[in-house]
């Protein structure tokens, strides 16, 4: 009798296989998690989930990889006839637009303000200054009010001069 029950104990193994354990699946971008079953960290457009899939989680859910969008700008003035003078001075480019202007700001490290006019230098020019920065600032730092003499004898002046601080 006890043959018997040897017998049929083993006869599962014999018809389906040996239970293998479930392969592990896994992104690596960022730290694995600590406990099998548990997906840590939460996920973020820039993190890893790893999964070992077992009966009640044979399915992994996709991870997200759209980038984080870009900061929102609040405006701080408008159409000033004068640009920002005060420390804080990162770089500068020339632009089409203000929204060229907030890229480029998005693009240069530590940029949290930005100031975009048109310096009429006695070119005849639609492109805007884009100068950034790495504080805030406000109307009243805006003293710079051109005033250099040209080659050509004429006097620069700022006029459209629009400022943003990221919120």
């Known amino acids: 009798m006890h043959f018997f029950s040897v017998i049929l104990a083993a006869l599962p193994l014999v018809v389906y296989g040996v239970p293998q ?11 694995a998690p600590t406990t099998s079953n548990t997906v840590r960290p939460t ?3 820039s993190s890893t989930i790893v999964v070992t899939p077992t009966a009640s989680n044979s399915t992994i859910a996709p991870t997200s990889t ?3 969008e870009p900061p929102v700008f609040e ?5 000033l006839t004068a640009a920002i003078n005060a420390p804080g001075f990162l770089t500068f480019t020339l632009v089409d637009t203000v929204a060229d202007c907030e890229s480029f700001c998005n693009s240069v490290e530590g940029c949290v303000f930005l100031n975009a006019f048109n310096d009429v230098n006695g070119k005849n020019t639609t492109l805007l200054t884009c100068s950034v920065y790495d ?18 004898g004429s ?3 700022i006029r459209n001069s629009t400022a943003e601080c990221k919120a």
């Open 21 to 31: 354990r479930a392969p592990t699946t896994s992104r690596t971008v960022g730290p």
């Open 75 to 79: 405006v701080v003035f408008r159409n």
């Open 43 to 45: 996920p973020t457009p």
């Open 155 to 157: 006097v620069n002046f």
């Open 135 to 152: 504080t805030c600032h406000n109307a009243t730092e805006a003293t710079n009010v051109g005033g250099q003499t040209e080659p050509d």
């Open 66 to 68: 759209a980038a984080p």
